[in-house]
């Protein structure tokens, strides 16, 4: 399986704050890298798919990049609606394996 | 507007069979386009990929759970459903359905999710 970690475990940040989350791959998957939103309580949302595609309704504060083994999840400019935890997942190959997850505060 | 919704019982004896049914509104199971899959997440866990399912039969397993895991696709009643037999205790989990699809550039996500059903594992 393909390892996925994530950097850091928990992210104190304030409002305002451009904030930045990296997730790494045990090896090359290209682009095939998603990113999910869970807040407290709710269901996973998908934020940005393929690596740097933003999902229909996301805000335009988030935005994802890299390729190969390293990503990033960013938010330009943090809300207070962000507090939520953050996982990464890859989809280039079977099983599909998720980040062991950022747990963002303010 | 696609929704999902999981069901079933909440409380499964060890060495018993978890089922669980999503059902599906706001489009068809029956897409030729779309699998459809469970991940669960243990107690203040991580989360974790079971398995998915297209309505034409082709199903992936998680390897680690493959021996113990059946999916099946109901388009009649535009459903899924998930067999977990032998539980134990670290079945325990909130138990997510979602919408498995591929995306463009290669790959799939799963961008949909039902609310999520918590199964007990426990005598």
């Known amino acids: 399986d393909i390892q996925m970690t994530q950097s850091p475990s928990s992210l104190p940040a304030s409002v305002g704050d451009r904030v930045t989350i990296t997730c790494r791959a045990s090896?090359?998957?290209?682009?095939?890298l998603n990113w999910y939103q869970q807040k407290l309580g709710k269901a996973p949302r998908l934020l940005i798919y393929?690596?740097?595609n933003l999902q229909g309704g996301v805000p335009s504060t988030f935005s994802g990049g890299g390729s190969g083994t390293e990503f990033t999840l960013t938010i330009s400019s943090l809300q207070p609606e962000d507090v939520a935890t953050y996982y990464c997942?890859?989809?280039?190959?079977?099983?599909?394996?998720f980040g062991q997850g950022t747990k963002l505060e303010i | 507007q696609l929704q999902l919704q999981e069901s079933g019982p909440g409380l499964v004896k060890p060495s018993e069979t978890l089922s669980l049914t999503c059902s599906v509104s706001?489009?068809?199971?029956?897409?030729?386009?779309?699998?459809w899959g469970w991940i669960r997440q243990p107690p203040g866990k991580g989360l974790e990929w079971i398995a998915s399912?297209?309505?034409?039969?082709?199903?992936f397993y998680n390897p680690s759970l493959s021996s113990r895991v059946t999916m099946s696709v109901d388009t009649s009643r535009n459903r899924f459903s998930l067999r977990l037999n032998s539980v134990t205790a670290a079945d325990t989990a909130l138990y997510y359905c979602?919408?498995?699809?591929?995306?463009?550039?290669?790959?799939?996500?799963?961008?949909?999710w039902g609310q999520g059903t918590v199964v007990t594992a426990s005598s």
């Open positions: 706001g489009a068809s199971v029956s897409s030729q386009a779309d699998f």
């Open positions: 393929a690596a740097s």
């Open positions: 997942q890859q989809s280039y190959s079977t099983p599909p394996t």
């Open positions: 399912m297209s309505s034409g039969g082709a199903a």
């Open positions: 090896e090359d998957i290209s682009t095939r």
């Open positions: 979602a919408r498995h699809v591929a995306v463009g550039r290669g790959g799939e996500c799963f961008d949909v």
